[in-house]
């Protein structure tokens, strides 16, 4: 099964051009699989129906959640595809499998009041501060994962325009960024950044003290930092902060379809959870304005 996993991981990143997080995903779970298999003595060429049945039994009698479930399923499902493609295998178990249902859950968000708190937070007193007030106003001006923030190269900023260009595998995007974000941004490239990195060759957009590229760690704690000192008793997260930046957007009138190109979700039906934190006030102006309301 290695030499056959090795290759699937190849596909997988070579040609599907998947990214290093979802990719460590597909490794992670077809790992535990893998390990399953063995402990029951099963050839991957060997799996049934009935055994990817009693696996999903496994999971769930671990505690698993649905969505963690129905991802393992999923990673599982794409190896025996390829597998089938490839002639390894004569059927795919996972044909008739179905993924335990999950339920939508709101995302958390920020009121605009607690976003303004946090954002006030760093202060331009030092080259850390330039930046992370920076990366803050950035963070919440896009509404970027913070995967695809930390894998920006400078050159993907343009300053005179306005705006950022997103790469994730083959596709691209190009976010508009707000006058404060970009007041902060050229604060900190121009006045801190070139003095963080050590190396010229360095081309990452958000560098650490170090001058090396920022990690998702490292965002992570910068965000819990402010969080603290802005005594805000909310979880916040860089992903809460993209949530926040949609519900703004939408709550302001925006459209929910530049609003799906401005987060790059491939399917509208990802953009419209946000449709339920609609203010009474847009409600009120629906029910009087709408005909049929």
């Not at 290759?7 to 040609?15: A, H, V």
């Not at 920022?214 to 008793?233: C, D, M, S």
């Not at 399917?267 to 006030?281: E, L, P, R």
Request: a positive charge; one cysteine or more; aromatic letters at 8%.
């Amino acid at each position: 099964m290695e030499k056959q996993l090795k290759q699937f991981f190849n596909f997988l990143e070579n040609e599907k051009k998947l990214s290093s997080n979802t990719l460590q995903s597909y490794k992670r779970d077809i790992k535990q699989f893998k390990e399953y298999l063995e402990l029951k003595r099963i050839n991957y060429n060997k799996v049934t129906e009935k055994i990817v049945n009693e696996y999903i039994k496994h999971l769930e009698e671990e505690g698993k959640k649905a969505s963690t479930i129905s991802r393992c399923i999923a990673s599982i499902r794409s190896f025996y595809q390829y597998e089938l493609r490839n002639k390894k295998i004569k059927k795919d178990p996972t044909a008739n499998i179905q993924s335990p249902k999950i339920e939508k859950k709101a995302p958390s968000t920020l009121t605009f009041k607690e976003v303004t708190l946090l954002l006030e937070q760093p202060k331009n007193v030092d080259l850390k501060g330039i930046r992370d007030k920076a990366m803050l106003e950035f963070a919440y001006a896009t509404g970027m994962r913070v995967t695809e923030i930390i894998s920006l190269d400078i050159e993907d900023v343009n300053l005179e325009e306005g705006y950022v260009t997103c790469r994730t595998g083959k596709k691209q995007r190009n976010i508009p960024l707000g006058k404060l974000s970009l007041k902060a941004l050229k604060d900190y490239i121009n006045n801190a950044r070139n003095i963080l990195i050590k190396d010229e060759s360095v081309k990452a957009l958000f560098v650490n003290v170090n001058g090396r590229r920022l990690t998702r760690q490292g965002f992570w704690k910068i965000i819990k930092y402010y969080k603290e000192q802005a005594h805000i008793n909310k979880d916040i997260t860089p992903h809460i902060l993209r949530h926040s930046f949609a519900t703004h957007l939408l709550q302001n009138g925006a459209d929910l379809k530049a609003i799906q190109t401005m987060l790059g979700h491939s399917d509208i039906s990802s953009t419209q959870i946000y449709m339920q934190f609609q203010d009474d006030g847009i409600k009120n102006v629906y029910r009087k304005a709408h005909p049929r309301a």
